[in-house]
């Protein structure tokens, strides 16, 4: 079992910025990758930003240029750094933590965290 506990969503103007954190706890050590997704009012669930086990990195077309995931393993924590957020970035803001072989794999989600941007 995983557990991931998100944090630093919230309010903000078009042009600024948050930083998301998702903290993982349990059985870490068989996480393969963990990203970010987001889910908007009527739309599906997207891939924003992944990072895998072996530090390759993933971005959405949209974000790409103001968006950054980082992690620190010491923490076990993964980041969401957003610079230069927009209003259609608004949606809530999934943690996603890959887990297992390919025999067992899994994915574990976060509670998910608001994020609004206003124009």
């Known amino acids: 079992q995983v557990q991931l506990v998100e944090s630093g969503g919230g309010l903000v103007q078009a042009g600024g910025s948050l930083r998301l954190s998702c903290a993982a706890s349990g059985s870490i050590s068989s996480i393969n990758a963990m990203g970010w997704y987001r889910q908007a009012p009527g739309k599906q669930r997207e891939l924003v930003a992944r990072i895998t086990s072996g530090g390759l990195i993933r971005y959405a077309d949209s974000v790409k240029g103001r968006f950054t995931i980082s992690r620190d393993n010491a923490k076990n924590t993964v980041y969401l750094q957003m610079n230069s957020l927009k209003p259609e970035d608004t949606a809530v803001y999934y943690c996603?933590?890959?887990?297992?072989?390919?025999?067992?794999?899994?994915?574990?989600w976060g509670q998910g965290t608001q994020v609004t941007v206003s124009s």
């Open positions: 996603n933590a890959e887990w297992g072989s390919s025999w067992n794999r899994r994915d574990y």
